[in-house]
């Protein structure tokens, strides 16, 4: 069968003729259908003609939409069912289908799938080879979409997961109650956080593997920004610090550095240095972190100061502390880490029934228990002032 090429598909030969004259609607029957086009998407344009003199004569005409659908009426009969455009020469067609059957009173289903291995085996060798190459292409990016969809969601997961392990010390003080000891909350806490961090940690190191395998060009910023937080929480250290600059020089390098993602970075640094030992530096990390987002200032001084009061370096977290609670004087916890450190600077015998606490302590915190009178350091604060309290009575 002799085949031309036009407008990208291949057709037939067809003299198109005006249509017979319009049957009585009883004797009238009901065709509808979608066209696809030989790369497989759907052909938003062109007519569906029918022929009852085997494509000799067109007898009837339904156009095609945007969405690719028809659909119309005609008499019953067989037909000679042929697509074609709008510009088509009257001598041509792009595909045909014989023996098409309308039944009266019936709405027959006829699709036109040009992707069909009939189709594409008489198209042109140039042209089956763009179709090739349009396929491999539209695997790709189907590949490409579906990893950006699985990242979307990792990401989802991951923020519950960090917000979660955020939140590990309150969950712990909530499931064990009032009466449980620090070390306990302790203990469960870190659990909590442990096991929300390890998720977050394989989720992004699998989705950065994949965008790298697929060659997908994207945005990390979020994924490597995630890690080095899991990486944290799992005491990770050299590679979390490795994440977090990671991020630095994806900002440095985009037309469009993002302050609060440069902060965030920073006080990631900050973390990680506090905790390996090197407080000047991961001082500098804060207050650059403050500098990039002045509005969360408080927020980043109090992380600072906390990981000072858990790393044991008294000095630095009550430096930390008091310039939290100026930034946020409505903070509860920066009064409880001041209160801390004070104490720990000090040297008081915390194993004695009593004692003294130094200048400023007890403000502290009386001013945490007023600000969180049900936080999960309340019973710490508690039990702190009743015990100087006693010092003081048996002083007099």
Known sequence: MKMFRLALYEVLALSLLPALAQQPASQMGRIHGHVTDYTGQSQPSGLICLSNDNGVTVAYTFPVDSHGNYAGQAPAGIYFLVYRMADTPPSLWIDAFNNITITVGKDLEQNDDMSRPEFIAELPDEQQKELEQLKKQSAVAQSQEQIVKTVNSDLNVAAQDLKDADAARSTAFRDLGKTAETAE??????????????????????????????????????????????????????????????????????????????????????????????????????????????????????????????????????????????????????????????????????????????????????????????????????????????????AK
């Open 185 to 394: 909350i302790d203990a469960k806490a870190a659990t909590i956080k442990s096991a929300k961090c390890a998720e977050v940690q394989s989720l992004m190191l699998k989705d950065l593997q994949s965008i790298k395998e697929s060659g997908l060009s994207a945005d990390e910023t979020t994924l490597w920004e995630n890690l080095g937080r899991a990486q944290a929480g799992l005491k990770k250290y050299d590679e979390a610090e490795k994440s977090y600059k990671h991020v630095l020089e994806i900002q440095m390098a985009s037309r469009s550095p993002k302050p609060a993602v440069q902060a965030l970075a920073n006080a990631g640094l900050g973390e990680v240095y506090a905790r390996t030992g090197k407080a000047s530096e991961a001082a500098n990390a804060f207050d650059l972190a403050c500098q990039f987002d002045a509005a969360h200032a408080g927020t980043f001084l109090r992380d600072e100061a906390l990981v000072f009061m858990q790393g044991g370096n008294a000095e630095a977290q009550i430096t930390a502390a008091e310039k939290a609670i100026k930034a946020d004087p409505g903070d509860a916890l920066p009064y409880l880490i001041k209160a801390n450190g004070l104490v720990k600077k000090s040297g008081i015998d915390l194993t004695a029934k009593h004692f003294d606490l130094p200048a400023g302590c007890a403000e502290a915190y009386q001013k945490y228990l007023s600000l969180a009178p049900n936080g999960p350091y309340a019973s710490e604060a508690q039990g702190m002032l009743r015990r100087a309290e006693k010092g003081t009575k048996a």
